[in-house]
């Protein structure tokens, strides 16, 4: 009798404690959206862009260079892969390297010569899971391909390069996922592949994050969520929007800033517009009738019609 009323007794006190946890984190987490965090230095960084050829990725490369990191940028496309860095290099120092990333071997063998011209690698950016509309349009993804791409490259990356952060003793892994992951989306041009893909990439930024935070590592994760029909507007004409000033289009520019300001915040998860992370969250939350009814509602996306 007595051991069952001191069992009950230590889990009141568990639960009472993790209902003041919660409280907690959730005022510090509103306090944060007020207040953000101050903008860390990246200074002294080495930094792998995958993807840095075009789009988001690009313009990350380029951002990076100006704040002293140095920046490997990695493409399969070799000619706009040493576009990039030749423009990274007027202000900074870069390097461009051509891999596959659904290579295995390949990866591991460019890993190996990025860490023997610059040195460990302490920030992996993943940029080339994001499609653009134009892509989807006139060239849908094959299936075994978006998976390659967009889910088992971060796996090939991670094995070579999770040891240099290791070493280096610290570390920061980005993500960039489309927002398609938060809540999926229409099937309309085949995009079911796309929606499972990024749904995977949060999944694996969730189970990596825990992982290392169980570790005790000094490796930080942050997955970022994309409107992949706002980054560009020259593509703003395949653009479908019911309601116009709701969304609105974004340069690469501008979404690569806001991206570089949530990982130097160290964000463990945010999209770019902000607000969409929050829709993705209220989209769970509601009945799936409900969910439906709202995604009708904004029907914002790519007119494949």
Sequence with gaps: MLLRIYSLVVLALD?????????????????????????????????????????VGREIALQLSQLNVTVACMDIDADMCEATTRRARQSGTASSYVCDVTNRDQVAEVVEKIRSDMGEITMLLHC???????????????????????????????????????????????AL???????????????VPLSTAQFAVQGLAESLHTELRHTNSNILV???????????AEVAKDIRLRIPSYFGTMPAAEAAKQILDGVRRN???????????????ILRILPKKASFMLRDLLDTGVDFG
Excluded: N
């Excluded at 907690?24 to 230095?41: E, H, M, Q």
């Excluded at 070579?160 to 920061?172: D, E, F, I, K, T």
């Excluded at 942050?222 to 560009?232: D, K, M, N, R, S």
């Design 15 to 55: 639960l009472l404690m993790l209902f003041i946890g919660i409280w907690f984190a959730i005022i510090v987490a509103l306090f944060r959206t007020l207040r953000p965090p101050p903008l860390k230095s990246l200074q002294g960084e080495v930094a792998l862009v995958i993807g840095a050829g075009r789009g």
């Design 128 to 174: 080339c899971g994001v499609p653009s509309p134009r892509a989807l349009i006139h060239d849908p993804p094959e299936i075994r391909q978006t998976m390659d791409v967009s889910v088992l490259s971060h796996f090939w990356l991670l094995d070579s390069v999770l040891p240099c952060m290791q070493r280096a003793g610290r570390g920061h892994i980005v």
């Design 267 to 281: 964000y463990a998860e945010f999209s770019v517009p902000g607000y969409l992370l929050y829709l993705g969250h």
């Design 222 to 232: 942050t997955l970022i969520h994309v409107y992949p029909f706002i980054v560009g």
């Design 177 to 191: 996922s489309s927002v398609a992951g938060l809540s999926g989306g229409a099937t309309r041009g085949g995009r």
